[in-house]
């Protein structure tokens, strides 16, 4: 097909109650994501397929959700839209494990339409999750930004030049580390995000969450905190927990038990009783805007562009 028209739609039939923005919310690091963004109520996303580039754009319609693919890869996308806009997320036994705790199970009825998405990539959710690590957000997003554009390919689709593709990882591991020092990216998170680029492929074909934490883990560089981060994008993992994160004990501390800090030890026995879901119980705080009562200056934005 010529033009700017889809290759190829699919038509998806979400649950009653569906809210796609915040389900595909974690699919964005921000409004301005050059990968992934919502645009008048079209959430797009550019991809790499084994077939070639693609774009997928979903439209909410009555009742339904419209999927449309761009570009050579766009069957493949199409064939998992359905997961992407968290539709196969299975959420099962949750709702009796959320009766545990009051305003867990408040939360899981206010939220019922927030599901998890499960992109099946690993690579493109590692390149932000690396970038994340030990810094601010600020600082996080504008290094991955960055990287982005500087290996700018414009993803098929009407949405050019605004969407770009994530960046191909065998460029990225041959690009030497300094590359990255005016983004503000230090050595350590630079080789970190080498090393993984150059096993993308491996991690690629990890079969599950599990096989795909070993293996990330296994790597110089990433720890619990960059695994959870990856897994539960690209594989739905609805119980990854981010251990290891500046926020989210003190968070979970608050919301469950009133206390207004905790550390990793006292978060893992608060969401031990959803095990199989903490991760999702997180989700769901994180959603409802819940957090712990704030102490002390905030972190500095660093650069390390003149280093």
Known sequence: ?????????????????????????????????????????????????????????????????????????AEHVLARADAIAGLRDDQSGFVELASAHPLVARLAREHRGLRMPATGQVFPRLLRAVFEQKVTGKEAYRAYAATVRHFREPAPGPLQPLLLLPPEPAAVAATPYWVFHPFGVEQRRADTLRRTAALADRLERCVDAAEATRRLTAIAGIGPWTAAEVVRIAYGDPDAVSVGDFHIPNTVAWALAGEPRGDDARMLALLEPFRGHRGRVCLLLEAAGIQAPKYGPRAPIRSFARY
């Open 1 to 73: 097909m010529t033009g700017t028209g889809p290759a190829a739609t699919r038509v998806l039939h979400p649950p009653a109650g569906y809210r796609l923005a915040a389900s595909v919310r974690a699919l964005t690091f921000s409004p301005y994501d050059p990968c992934a963004r919502v645009a008048a109520g079209t959430f797009w996303w550019a991809t790499r397929t084994p077939d070639g580039p693609a774009t997928l754009a979903l439209r909410p319609g009555s009742g339904t959700l419209l999927a449309e693919g761009y570009g050579p890869g």
